[in-house]
C-alpha cells in the first residue's frame, strides 16, 4: 500500500541553524501539507501547497519557514534559523483532492530538536 | 471556523471493555469528521471518517463512530478493548474553502487511552 515517507526520523540542529525536512508524499496526489505536534499538545496545521505554490499557511507559518516541491517526488519545509520553540514532531500529509472530503494521509512524522 | 472538543484527556478501561472516546464538534457547515490514532512513536493513521454518507461509520480495528447532528457529537467506541489499542486518538474535522483548494485538518487535543489487563 502507498505511503508518505519522511526523512530524518529524527534530527538534532542547534539553535540559528537551518533545517530542511523531507517528505515523499503518494505518487498519484496532488494536495501537500505540513502539520507539527509539541511535545505534549495538539496536532497544529503549518501550510497547504497545490500547484506548485502556497494554497494557505497558518500564522505559525512565518518568513522563517517555506516549502518547495523540488522536483517530481519531493516535497520540503525549511526552516531558515530554527529557535528553541520549533522543537516539535513534523508531519507530511498528502491528498488525492483537497476538498474536506477527501483523506489526507499522513508519514510518521520527522522530530525535530532544537538545542 | 470549525473545532473539535476531545473530552477526557486520558481513558483507561480493562481489556473486554467497551471502549467510549467523546468528541463534540463545532461547525457552521455540514462538517466532514476524521478520528485518527498514534501509536507510541509513530505517525497519524486514519481510523474512520464522516462524509455524510451514513450516520454510523465503522473504521478499522472494530472501531466505528456515529455521527450526532442534534448533539454536535462523533464519539467513537468499540465493544471489546484489547492491550493493543492504547494510543492517543484524535478527533479531527476538515476545514476548507472549496472542491478545488484545500483542505486543513482541525485536531482536538487527543485521548490517551490506556487498557488494564
Known amino acids: 500500500e502507498p505511503e508518505v515517507t519522511q526523512t530524518p526520523s529524527h534530527q538534532v540542529t542547534q539553535m540559528g541553524q537551518e533545517v530542511i525536512l523531507r517528505c515523499v508524499p503518494i505518487s498519484n496526489h496532488l494536495y501537500f501539507y505540513w502539520y507539527r505536534q509539541i511535545l505534549g499538545q495538539k496536532v497544529e496545521f503549518l501550510v497547504s501547497?497545490?500547484?506548485?505554490?502556497?494554497?494557505?499557511k497558518s500564522e505559525i507559518f512565518d518568513d522563517q519557514f517555506s516549502v518547495e516541491r523540488p522536483d517530481g517526488s519531493n516535497f520540503t519545509l525549511k526552516i531558515r534559523s530554527t529557535k528553541l520553540e520549533d522543537s516539535a514532531m513534523y508531519f507530511c500529509a498528502s491528498s488525492v483532492q483537497g476538498s474536506r472530503s477527501y483523506e489526507q494521509y499522513f508519514g510518521p512524522g520527522t522530530r525535530l530538536t532544537v538545542t | 471556523a470549525q473545532s473539535v472538543t476531545q473530552l477526557g484527556s486520558h481513558v483507561s478501561v480493562s481489556e473486554g471493555a467497551l471502549v467510549l472516546l467523546r468528541c463534540n464538534y463545532s461547525?457552521?457547515?455540514?462538517?466532514?469528521l476524521f478520528w485518527y490514532v498514534q501509536y507510541p512513536n509513530q505517525g497519524l493513521q486514519l481510523l474512520l471518517k464522516?462524509?455524510?454518507?451514513?450516520?454510523l461509520v465503522k473504521g478499522i480495528n472494530g472501531f466505528e463512530a456515529e455521527f450526532k447532528k442534534s448533539e454536535t457529537s462523533f464519539h467513537l467506541t468499540k465493544p471489546s478493548a484489547h492491550m493493543s489499542d492504547a494510543a492517543e486518538y484524535f478527533c479531527a474535522v476538515s476545514e476548507g474553502k472549496g472542491y478545488s483548494s484545500a483542505s486543513k485538518i482541525i485536531f482536538g487535543s487527543g485521548t490517551r487511552l490506556s487498557i488494564r489487563p
Open positions: 461547525s457552521s457547515v455540514p462538517p466532514y
Open positions: 501547497f497545490y500547484n506548485n505554490e502556497i494554497s494557505e
Open positions: 464522516y462524509t455524510s454518507a451514513a450516520t
